[in-house]
């Protein structure tokens, strides 16, 4: 078992989805930063089997909107004083912005760069998106 | 209120808003003369980054017949495009000259990013395969003139109704209204695509499929005709098996009711026989005039002349 220090006032982004960790890690930044976290693959976990956990030894903002897309089984526990004093439950977000661009090659997104890549929740229950310019469909789930 | 809108999709109007757009259209019908300077010293551009011969051309003549003035392109050759030069940046300069832009572009979503870095309304005259909203206005304004409203019809949509976006939004845009029934009469390839299925699930209109025209055109109110393009096919011998199904000619038209209109969004190549023009029931170049007079009631109430 590998064994991380315990987070004295931070965040604990938990249910990670396995193998997601390391795109969640890079797209908040964590990669590049100067206080201690941790990302943690492939722990066991009863209710999926195998999970991602990151911890991080800060108190940082995170776009929330973003990890329920990602994942929104996602769960952050915010830690002070080594308790967890809240817990966040993700969802699914009406909207995500520059989390990831249209593939569709017709899409006017793709020859004008400047363009924020936009895309609106169509369908929860299957987790659907569209783009706000071609309406080309996309699953949640993935970061570019 | 439609004064500074953009039109980019077909239901960005309400259903309000298409009973004043075709109102206006018919007051002009009836008079044009009274409308033929109501946007004296107003400019359209149209900025075609692909070639349209119809659509630009009525844009064209329809501010014209309001008495405004008009100025564009019609190739992006023609333009700074051709020089590099963004969409937004296009967008900002012409829109610092004219008081409405209707503007054509192949890339999908095109008419949505002209409108945020507008001055002026956009009319989107076609981005690509997704939308065409005045080819939808153009369609209801005819079924409104020549079978008396938008409620109670049997539509038939023939041919090529996978990719033909003109088939797509009239389907959405005529299940807002009541106790309207449609026919798709398509070969199995080119079905109705899911996603405008389920919209008419959604909205209760009743719908069929068939895969001959001569089986159901008795029972249509109108029929909406598209091209069958041989390439869409997967293979030869159903396209042979097919072809002759999805050309409307005499013989079929026979087996239609009196009172049928045939609407096509035009160009048309040969899903139409020659000799069909002539049967008082051919709507399609009506339908072309129809949508000069929609277009003139839309950009005198864009620009706020009426």
Redesign the interface.
């Known amino acids: 078992m590998l064994n991380v220090d315990t987070i004295k006032n931070g965040l604990v982004i938990d249910h990670i989805k396995a193998g997601f960790g390391p795109q969640i890690f890079h797209f908040l930044g964590l990669d590049k930063a100067d206080f201690s976290c941790a990302l943690i693959m492939n722990v066991a976990s009863k209710k999926t089997g195998k999970k991602d956990i990151i911890k991080i030894d800060n108190i940082i903002n995170i776009d929330y909107s973003v990890l329920g897309f990602i994942d929104p089984n996602i769960s952050i526990n915010v830690i002070k004083d080594e308790k967890i004093v809240r817990k966040i439950k993700m969802e699914l977000p009406e909207k995500v912005e520059n989390v990831i661009r249209c593939k569709n090659p017709r899409c006017i997104t793709v020859t004008e760069h400047y363009v924020t890549p936009s895309f609106r929740l169509v369908n929860r229950e299957k987790a659907q998106y569209a783009c706000e310019y071609c309406d080309a469909l996309y699953s949640a789930g993935s970061i570019d | 209120m439609l004064k500074g809108r953009n039109l980019i999709k077909p239901n960005d109007l309400t259903v309000s808003e298409i009973d004043e757009i075709c109102g206006l259209a018919e007051q002009i019908i009836v008079d044009p003369n009274s409308f033929s300077d109501v946007c004296r010293g107003k400019i359209l551009a149209t900025l075609f980054f692909e070639p349209s011969t119809r659509t630009r051309l009525s844009f064209e003549a329809a501010m014209l017949h309001l008495g405004g003035a008009v100025e564009g392109f019609s190739d992006a050759a023609n333009s700074s495009t051709a020089k590099g030069e963004?969409?937004?940046d296009t967008i900002r300069t012409v829109s610092s000259y004219v008081d409405v832009i209707a503007m054509r572009?192949?890339?999908?979503?095109?008419a949505?990013?002209a409108s945020q870095y507008s001055n002026c309304p956009i009319i989107n005259a076609g981005?690509?395969?997704?939308y065409h909203p005045t080819q939808t206005l153009t369609d209801m304004l005819t079924i409104r003139a020549l079978q008396g409203g938008f409620e109670g019809h049997t539509i038939g949509f023939c041919g090529d109704l996978k990719f033909g976006r003109t088939v797509h939004s009239l389907a959405e845009a005529m299940a807002r209204y009541k106790n309207n029934k449609y026919i798709f009469i398509s070969p199995n390839e080119l079905q109705v695509p899911e996603y405008v299925t389920q919209e008419l699930d959604e909205a209760g209109i009743q719908y069929t499929t068939a895969e001959r025209l001569e089986n159901v055109i008795g029972d249509l109110d109108i029929l909406y005709m598209t091209r069958v393009q041989k390439e869409r096919f997967f293979n030869e011998q159903d396209y042979i098996r097919l072809k002759d199904s999805y050309i409307l000619d005499n013989q079929k038209m026979s087996l239609a009711r009196k009172n049928m209109i045939v609407l096509h969004p035009l160009p048309r190549v040969n899903e139409i026989a020659p000799e069909v023009d002539s049967d008082p029931r051919a709507a399609y170049f009506k339908q072309v005039k129809y949508g000069m007079y929609v277009r003139m009631a839309l950009i005198a109430k864009l620009v706020g002349a009426l």
């Open positions: 963004s969409l937004s572009n192949p890339k999908e979503g095109a949505l990013v981005d690509g395969g997704h």
